[in-house]
């Protein structure tokens, strides 16, 4: 299982990146994946999910991120709108096969992408 993850970028307040997390052998319209990220000097926080249960956010990011998934390009993507500073992070997609609902518990995953760096500043 590979993925890679991809998108990301320099913007400013108020700005909008669309990250992108392909998968390589496994189908992502199948099982959960989660977006993470982690911002310098702190731990790694899940950011949103999406299973056959649907998506969930974190409370930070509710009504300015969408995660969703296209079937044919086997992607998950993360529509980030109206980015702010604290959003700054590096983000990293994951995946298991063994969840069979959405996690935001990284210890969960076994499948991880590399990673894509977010930077809102002005």
């Known amino acids: 299982v590979q993925l890679q993850a991809s998108g990301g970028g320099s913007v400013q307040p108020g700005g909008s990146l669309r990250l992108s997390c392909k998968g390589s052998?496994?189908?992502?319209?199948?099982?959960?994946v989660t977006w993470f990220r982690q911002a310098p000097g702190k731990g790694r926080e899940g950011v949103s999910c999406i299973s056959g249960s649907g998506p969930r956010y974190v409370d930070s990011v509710k009504g300015r991120f969408t995660i969703s998934r296209d079937s044919v390009r086997n992607t998950v993507y993360l529509q980030m709108l109206n980015l702010k500073p604290e959003d700054t992070a590096r983000y990293h997609c994951a995946t298991d096969f063994q969840l069979p609902q959405c996690s935001f518990f990284e210890g969960a995953f076994g499948a991880w992408g590399q990673g894509t760096q977010v930077t809102v500043s002005s």
């Open positions: 052998g496994v189908n992502l319209n199948d099982v959960t």
